[in-house]
């Protein structure tokens, strides 16, 4: 019976210090460290409050909590080491644009999945995989996060932002979600992620053209300004933008 509990005992204690140390407790390997935004928080989808709480017991229950995106955290010490916690559900701060409330009293965190960066200008998270056709690029956003997903570019200022994204790359295109329906016609295209049709376009001179009849894969091409281009789908000279 004794060593029964003292088992127990070295369980329970295990648990709690990877509960306060922030080690890998079910998915949380899957996530990044979190990037905070001081002087913000944001009153979105609310998922549990955790009052007079360390930041680390914080960043732990939102990376085991499944849908937990971002958390607000309230200081209620100087330090700024305890503070009410709150979960919330797809919420991304990072200025009052984006839909934050400042308050010096705040800080707001978000987290990226493993291997995606955090890309400001446009508050996703953000990967890229070389020489891969439409189809390999879509399965491999969805193998590094199952919501992620190739791009989609639905105004110009997620244009310009992509754009200054691809001048960084190493890359001469890289692929959209847009493509066109089994037998569509030549401008019918739509977002897959969606199922939105397309709306704004930025195509480059005599685009689109479908040039074969595997041609229904849209990219953004630097040869182009960085402009649009229909590509065939099966090609592997491109690269694969994923989002999340």
């Given at each position: 019976?004794?060593?029964?509990?003292?088992?127990?005992?070295?369980?329970?204690?295990?648990?709690?210090?990877?509960?306060?140390?922030?080690?890998?407790?079910?998915?949380?390997c899957k996530r990044k460290e979190y990037t905070p935004i001081k002087g913000y928080y944001h009153e979105g989808k609310v998922l549990i409050v955790y009052d007079n709480v360390?930041?680390?017991?914080?960043?732990?229950?939102?990376?085991?909590?499944?849908?937990?995106?971002?958390?607000?955290?309230?200081?209620?010490?100087?330090?700024?080491?305890?503070?009410?916690?709150?979960?919330?559900?797809?919420?991304?701060?990072?200025?009052?644009?984006?839909?934050?409330?400042?308050?010096?009293?705040?800080?707001?965190?978000?987290?990226?999945?493993?291997?995606?960066?955090?890309?400001?200008?446009?508050?996703?998270?953000?990967?890229?995989?070389?020489?891969?056709?439409?189809?390999?690029?879509?399965?491999?956003?969805?193998?590094?996060?199952?919501?992620?997903?190739?791009?989609?570019?639905?105004?110009?200022?997620?244009?310009?932002?992509?754009?200054?994204?691809?001048?960084?790359?190493?890359?001469?295109?890289?692929?959209?979600?847009?493509?066109?329906?089994?037998?569509?016609?030549?401008?019918?295209?739509?977002?897959?992620?969606?199922?939105?049709?397309?709306?704004?376009?930025?195509?480059?001179?005599?685009?689109?053209?479908?040039?074969?009849?595997?041609?229904?894969?849209?990219?953004?091409?630097?040869?182009?300004?960085?402009?649009?281009?229909?590509?065939?789908?099966?090609?592997?000279?491109?690269?694969?933008?994923?989002?999340w």
């Amino acid at each position: 019976m004794r060593v029964f509990a003292k088992l127990l005992f070295l369980v329970i204690g295990l648990y709690y210090l990877n509960l306060v140390n922030g080690k890998c407790i079910r998915d949380a390997c899957k996530r990044k460290e979190y990037t905070p935004i001081k002087g913000y928080y944001h009153e979105g989808k609310v998922l549990i409050v955790y009052d007079n709480v360390p930041l680390r017991f914080c960043i732990v229950r939102c990376r085991t909590y499944l849908e937990c995106r971002s958390f607000n955290m309230k200081w209620i010490t100087p330090s700024r080491t305890f503070g009410t916690c709150t979960l919330l559900e797809e919420v991304i701060v990072t200025s009052q644009e984006t839909g934050g409330i400042y308050d010096e009293n705040y800080t707001h965190y978000h987290w990226c999945p493993r291997n995606m960066v955090y890309f400001s200008t446009r508050g996703v998270c953000l990967t890229n995989k070389t020489n891969v056709d439409w189809y390999e690029g879509g399965q491999f956003c969805k193998d590094i996060y199952p919501d992620a997903h190739l791009i989609d570019i639905k105004s110009e200022q997620e244009q310009m932002a992509y754009k200054e994204i691809l001048d960084s790359l190493n890359s001469s295109a890289i692929w959209t979600s847009a493509k066109r329906p089994e037998g569509g016609e030549v401008h019918e295209l739509y977002w897959t992620n969606s199922g939105d049709p397309m709306s704004y376009e930025y195509w480059g001179l005599g685009q689109p053209y479908r040039g074969s009849n595997t041609a229904d894969c849209v990219l953004m091409r630097k040869l182009y300004s960085y402009r649009w281009d229909d590509a065939d789908c099966v090609s592997k000279i491109h690269t694969a933008l994923c989002e999340w």
